[in-house]
T-cell receptor, first 106, second 113 residues
Framework: QKEVEQNSGPLSVPEGAIASLNCTYS??????FFWYRQYSGKSPELIMS????GDKEDGRFTAQLNKASQYVSLLIRDSQPSDSATYLC??????FGAGTRLTVKP | GAGVSQTPSNKVTEKGKYVELRCDPI?????LYWYRQSLGQGPEFLIY????????DSGLPNDRFFAVRPEGSVSTLKIQRTERGDSAVYLC???????????FGEGSWLTVV
């Protein structure tokens, strides 16, 4: 059974700080990884996908993948209160971790 | 349609009743997923369809849960003899092909009283 584990939350950072969200996975088969953001009462929406080892940047978001360590992370720079949400990661089998709840305090 | 459509958006039913939840995926998307999400938890995988067939139904919690996708488009999640513990948001998602982005519907909020 493939499993995805996310760092325990909740995570609270001040506005303007860097938020770091982490995810480990148990199998070596998944080739692609996805970060989703879910606001309270809403459905998850895609933030970023990453397929290759290394970093992928999109605006204030950077995804990092290390297949050897079976580790994927999401960094949010210059965090804003609007980033407050639950962040979910998944491998290409689309089984999600429990999520990490992020609160950005003004 | 433009997005994944789920009906009903809200359903209140009595314990022991039968419930059907419908998902209409994005046109042309061959893969369809069902999840269950309880408050404060991540989406729990239930079943994955590729076309008409259930490629992976290992997440269905017991034999009260069943899902179909007879024509490879619309899917129905069926729950028999509902229990209060079945109360959750049931999310449907679709993707064009393996490895692509999945897109979620707004969910069906089920309450069993």
């Amino acid at each position: 059974q493939k499993e995805v584990e996310q760092n325990s939350g909740p995570l609270s950072v001040p506005e303007g700080a860097i938020a770091s969200l982490n995810c480990t996975y148990s199998d070596r088969v998944s080739q692609s990884f996805f970060w989703y953001r879910q606001y309270s009462g809403k459905s998850p929406e895609l933030i970023m996908s990453i397929y290759s080892n290394g970093d992928k940047e999109d605006g204030r978001f950077t995804a990092q993948l290390n297949k050897a360590s079976q580790y994927v992370s999401l960094l949010i720079r210059d965090s804003q209160p609007s980033d407050s949400a639950t962040y979910l990661c998944a491998g290409d089998d689309m089984r999600f971790g429990a999520g990490t709840r992020l609160t950005v305090k003004p | 349609g433009a997005g994944v459509s789920q009906t009903p958006s809200n359903k209140v039913t009595e314990k022991g009743k039968y419930v059907e939840l419908r998902c209409d995926p994005i046109s042309g998307h061959t893969a369809l997923y069902w999840y269950r999400q309880s408050l404060g938890q991540g989406p729990e995988f239930l079943i994955y369809f590729q076309g008409t067939g259930a490629a992976d139904d290992s997440g269905l919690p017991n034999d009260r849960f069943f899902a179909v996708r007879p024509e490879g488009s619309v899917s129905t999640l069926k729950i028999q003899r509902t229990e209060r513990g079945d109360s959750a948001v049931y999310l449907c998602a679709s993707r064009l092909d393996q490895g692509g982005t999945i897109y979620f519907g707004e969910g069906s909020w089920l309450t069993v009283v």
